[in-house]
């Protein structure tokens, strides 16, 4: 009779349910992605190449575990409000607290799995869908990638699981031990905002000294190593909350001394915040958190993403080269347009590729010689047959040669000691176009020609010259890149997901303050924009320490990118500027909808 | 005494429920008028249409058909901004739940009509100062309602409500939640408020006693005025036992 009873309560709030099962579900789906990505051991060894990733990638898991932990006591706590005065009914008709209890382990325990094994399907096809798309936008290539991958599978269910376990025998022992009038009325609890000075300075103070040494930490990680990651992801963590909390409260007794706080409904929106301070804090601080995981995500995978044509072109000072092109070829080299062009005779030798100095001192041969310590810095240097002979930089002529010439040593002769050669002579045309990239496909084309009477070509990777170099950096940072995109946008799906249930979960008990407002007299303007205002607000604040937390956390990339980490940034800031901004907008519409019916 | 009306209702009607379905008729037309300065109870059993009535003319529902006029402006058809603005300046509410908007200081609860108007802060604050210590709340304008008694929120809600000078105070069974002393401090205050500031008060409530303090009072039953009793110069006493016996007469 009791479960017929509970299932009615559950029939009568399923919008309610729906809240907070999309909420569940989003987020263990986004576990899942996140692990399906950490825990496949294959792919972080084919796609990265460097050790420190799959570092980051258990540390980041360590985060996710304790923002779900949060997340999910946080859902935990939705659900037993919806549920206390339900309970608390059925014990006033006389129900026995153990059954009660049965009750309430029960359902708890069936809402996180059954949102955990949706998360879990959900997730793979989210996998699945993201990974083609950045796949086919961004040109990568990747080795290993499984959208169902069962060991992150069963690590997302047994953490659910584990955890609402744990949020079932809470849930028991707060209902079977408040008394039943108490469930009742439980919605009508003081709350008055307080403040204590020194508490909060010690908050402050410990706060920021934590987020420095955070910051210290991840920009001194060749020294520290994996254990900066440690020390900087607790710190943090840690220290963002201290703030928060210390913050937030002082921020709005001190908004309202102004006289503009007076003004409409400016006022209730800062007492609005300041009621659900402490709700707040925690949301807030695991924002900001996403936020930078988020952000910073993105622009280290655009990072990589710009690195790799700089790399290409610091590579080489030809895009391809050709040996003995057939006519089609040369009027495929011709529809690119070249910048340069230039045919080179040769005969090879057995450990040498003989070419005529006059050659090369008719048309000297463009190599770049890097300038400093920085791989991208570079001086384009025109060499004579002289001066390339005595230059470091000659390899860059053997790197057009293919096969087995690319090692031999160039070797610039006399017109009359290269017509004394009996070798056949050969020729090499090198060209450059103004932008490889943008030539891509008709280099493709190209090479697909060669390879059809020249079996060197076959493999378009083996060729020198800038285009074999962007597919080598390509295929090497795909993973990367991959990685920087795919995280970026769980991240920001997570924090999406986070903040809409802190909002919707709170918007019913905001419906009754809002219908008085508008009994008072409050126009439809009035109502729209402090409910636009107080979202901006916790939209904003976890943006600013994101963003903060972002610009120091790059610092670990330094040792990771040839580029600095921080060239170009501002093209990630604006895109994530832009969804953050469109989320924003949907949060409003989806509250004003709930609330202002 | 001007007899100049505050507020007229004109042959108006309530039916709910679309026009095909089951339809139920709450108020079946009801004509009468308040005049300035003027305290009116209206009394009915739960189911009587005394709640839908106030609705309608507190411009939270709009009836199906007639016309209400409160200060010379008919408000059956205001919308939007006209609506929120007419509730701001021209009436002002008290419920039986208080309303108060419990994350808000008793001062900020009271200022709110004010501030929404976007008034000066420098004249807010005598303003509030003003109201509360008329009604005795002086003291707890720090508060927030969790902190304060039901009588004591009730009365924030009156300051809240009285702070625009109103043309109109409606009250929504005001005494409903409170305890027999707090009602009758309460409603010796809209007493006062009406006698020394010619505040019209429209009281709807089915308890006798509070209705005793008006001066005039309308017995509804099943959508209509069934009956009008009038208080004249009997002192409070003798009238709430009139009102009593026409209880006992009319309810049969």
């Known amino acids: ?597 | 005494m001007p007899n100049t009306p505050i507020m007229t209702v004109a042959n108006l009607h309530k039916t709910y429920g679309k026009a095909g379905s089951k339809q139920y008729e709450a108020l079946k037309g009801i004509d009468f008028t308040v005049n300035e300065g003027e305290f009116v109870g209206i009394m009915g059993a739960s189911g009587s249409g005394k709640t839908t009535l106030l609705n309608m003319l507190a411009t939270l529902d709009q009836p199906t058909s007639g016309e209400v006029t409160i200060h010379q402006q008919p408000i059956t058809h205001l919308k939007g901004n006209q609506l929120a603005d007419f509730r701001a300046k021209e009436i002002g509410f008290i419920f039986q739940d208080f309303n108060l908007l419990e994350t808000m200081t008793a001062y900020e609860n009271i200022a709110l009509p004010l501030t929404l108007q976007n008034v000066a802060m420098k004249q807010i604050k005598p303003a509030v100062e003003n109201v509360a210590s008329q009604l005795g709340i002086a003291e707890f304008l720090t508060n927030y309602p969790n902190e304060l008694s039901g009588g004591q929120k009730q009365r924030v809600a009156a300051a809240r409500a009285l702070i625009n000078q109103p043309a109109m105070l409606f009250g929504d069974e005001p005494t409903g939640a409170l305890d027999s002393s707090s009602a009758r401090e309460l409603l010796d205050l809209f007493s006062k408020i009406n006698r020394e500031q010619a505040v019209s008060i429209l009281l709807v409530t089915h308890d006798p006693f509070s209705a005793s303090y008006c001066q005039r009072i309308l017995f509804i039953k099943d959508g209509r005025i069934g009956q009008e009793l009038k208080r004249g110069d009997l002192p409070r006493k003798d009238f709430y036992q009139q009102i009593l016996d026409t209880l006992g007469t009319f309810e049969q």
């Open chain 1, 1 to 597: 009779m009791l479960t017929k009873l509970a299932m009615t309560g559950f029939k009568n709030r399923w919008r309610d349910y729906l809240v907070l099962f999309s909420g569940l579900i989003m987020s263990s789906a986004i576990f899942y992605m996140f692990e399906a990505l950490a825990t496949n051991q294959s792919f972080l060894k084919a796609n990265t190449g460097i050790s420190l990733v799959s570092i980051i990638f258990q540390f980041g898991s360590v985060l996710l575990t304790i923002i779900t932990l949060v997340y999910i006591g946080y859902a935990n706590s939705f659900l037993l409000s919806m549920r206390k005065r339900d309970y608390g009914l059925f014990m006033l008709v006389g129900a026995r607290k153990g059954k009660i209890g049965q009750l309430i382990w029960l359902e708890t325990l069936l809402v996180g799995v059954v949102a955990t094994l949706a998360g879990i399907l959900f997730g793979t096809l989210l996998t699945m869908g993201i990974s083609q798309l950045l796949i086919n936008s961004l040109g990568l290539t990747l080795h290993h990638l499984a959208a169902w991958y069962f060991p992150a599978a069963l690590k997302t269910l047994i953490l659910y699981v584990g955890l609402f376990l744990l949020a079932g025998l809470f849930n028991l022992i707060t209902l079977t031990k408040t008394p039943a009038l108490k469930l009742l009325h439980s919605n009508d609890q003081p709350n008055r905002p307080q403040l204590k000075p020194v508490w909060q300075a010690i908050q402050i103070i410990g706060g920021t000294l934590l987020i420095a040494v955070g910051y210290w930490s991840m920009a001194n990680l060749d020294k520290l190593q994996m254990l900066g990651i440690g020390i900087a992801l607790v710190t943090i963590v840690m220290g963002t909350y201290f703030l928060f909390n210390a913050i937030f409260v002082g921020l709005i007794v001190w908004l309202k001394h102004f006289a503009v706080a007076h003004r409409g409904l400016n006022n209730f929106t800062l007492s609005q915040l300041s009621f659900r301070i402490h709700n707040y804090t925690k949301i807030l601080s695991i924002v900001a958190l996403l936020f930078a995981l988020a952000l910073g995500a993105i622009t280290t995978g655009m990072g990589f993403h710009r690195q790799v044509p700089m790399m290409a072109n610091a590579s080489n000072a030809y895009d391809l080269a050709l040996v003995n092109p057939t006519k089609t070829e040369r009027d495929q080299i011709r529809a690119l347009n070249p910048k340069t062009q230039t045919d080179y005779h040769f005969k090879v030798a057995k450990k040498a590729v003989y070419y005529q100095a006059s050659e090369f001192n008719a048309h000297p041969f463009t190599t770049l010689n890097m300038r400093g310590k920085n791989q991208l810095a570079f001086k384009a240097v025109d060499n004579s047959a002289k001066q390339l002979q005595k230059s470091q930089y000659s390899y860059q002529l053997g790197q057009l040669q293919t096969d087995g010439n690319q090692l031999k040593a160039a070797v610039f002769l006399t017109p009359s000691a290269y017509h004394k050669l009996a070798q056949p002579e050969k020729t090499l045309t090198v060209f450059a176009t103004k932008d490889v990239i943008a030539n891509l496909p008709a280099l493709k084309r190209l090479v697909k020609t060669a390879a059809k009477h020249d079996a060197n070509y076959k493999v378009a990777t083996n060729l020198g010259g800038r285009y074999a170099a962007y597919l080598q950096i390509n295929s090497m940072y795909s993973g990367l890149q991959f990685m920087g995109f795919f995280l970026g946008v769980a991240f920001l799906a997570m924090l999406a997901s986070c903040l809409m249930f802190k909002i919707l979960s709170g918007a019913a008990a905001d419906q009754h303050r809002y219908q008085m407002l508008d009994k008072l007299g409050t126009t439809h303007r009035q109502l729209t924009g402090a409910i636009r205002k107080e979202i901006a607000v916790l939209f904003i604040l976890p943006g600013i320490v994101g963003v903060v937390h972002v610009l120091f956390g790059l610092q670990m990339f330094k040792f990771l990118m040839v580029t600095s980490p921080y060239t170009g940034i501002w093209l990630p800031f604006l895109i994530f500027a832009g969804l953050y901004l469109i989320y924003y907008l949907i949060t409003v519409k989806i509250y004003q909808r709930i609330v202002l019916q």
